[in-house]
């Protein structure tokens, strides 16, 4: 077994950490409290590759494995998960659904945009009465021979009104169950589609979140991705990947908290000496420090099962299960450990913590990702 990183790793790393801190950290509290969406950032991150990155290069994507993913992943959400989530969608539920199912059309028309940041996508699952039940959805798409007609809401859209193209799950044939579930590409102008109400976040506000409408949209026939009724098993087979992309921006939420806490307990004194002398502050570092680490070690393993074509739906729903709640509990902390000082914007701290509780909380709850590991271990 060997933990170490390529300079290819490591190289993606250090440009994720360099474009963190010189283009992401300026205007990062602005951001999250006037509600910007980083449209300008985003697409510097296109043309880093960091929006396609494991994308087939005839594809105009990075050709990246995933563990470079996970790298550059945990460095942009170090200092802003606002961007990283935008990021996360792009790559793992659009790009790498639409490069891995996709059609040659579909592939050439919009992946080709996709993977540059040109353009970025949009995942539709989740709805007014089914976000963790899946295949309760109430959106319908009725086929009319050479197109469908799409009907109903989605919400919660990440990248909702920022996005161009958008991968929509809906019923076809609700006698079917979730055999009769499709998944198609939407654009943003096709008739009868429009962005809601944006939602009004505790944590994410970069991140433009929408609910959206279809009222009989019309989409042709070569927009649904595979055979007919595959959109539940497109929709499950891309979230499983998308699950590393969250485990891992949990990872770099918790990571940014713990090294603005180190960082603090090193120059804070108190009592006569610094606080991090103080077993009291010393020993919280450890934890986060120990927890941190494996939260890490599962992102890249599951990254790793990826890679190299295994099953990876349980290491990827282990990943995100705990390294969101390791998210949750290291920005806490880390507030804790700047006393008055954490509470306050400025020092980031707080901002994370609110950053972390999504991660808890979007493509799949925690309890989601304990119905996927309990069934894959009892199965
Ligand atoms: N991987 C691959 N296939 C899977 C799967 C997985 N993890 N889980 C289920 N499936 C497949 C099954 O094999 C089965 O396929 P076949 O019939 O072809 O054999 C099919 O899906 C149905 O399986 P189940 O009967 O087990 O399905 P279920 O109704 O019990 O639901 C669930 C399973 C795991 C709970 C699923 O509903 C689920 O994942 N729910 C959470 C949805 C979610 O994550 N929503 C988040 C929205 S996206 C988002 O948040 C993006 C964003 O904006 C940030």
Redesign the pocket.
Known sequence: MNFQLTEEHLAVQAAARDFAQNELLPGVIERDTKEIFPAEQIKKMGELGFMGMMVDPKYNGGGMDTISYVLAMEEISKIDASAS?CM??NNS?VCWGLDKYGTEAQKEKYLTRLATGEIIG??C??EPEA?????SQRTTAEDKGDHYLINGTKN????GNSASVYLVIAHTDKEKG??GINAFIVEKDMEGFTVGKKEEKMGIRGSD?HSLMFQDVKVPKENRIGEDGFG??F???T??G??IG?ASQALGIASGAYELALKYSKERKAFGKEISQHQGIAFKLADMATQIEAARLLCLKAAWLKDTKQDF?QAG?MAKLYASQVAMDTTVEAVQVHGGYGYVKEYHVERLMRDAKITQ?????SE?QK??IS??ILK
Do not use: C, P, Q
Not at 131 to 135: F, K, N, P
Not at 156 to 159: K, L, P, S
């Open positions: 989530v996360s969608v539920l949009a995942f699952l989740s976000g963790s039940d899946a295949t919660w859209i990440t990248n979730h055999k979140t539940f098993n929709a499950m087979a979230l499983n998308g699950r969250i739906s729903a909380i979007y493509e799949g709850t989601i119905i996927v069934r894959s």
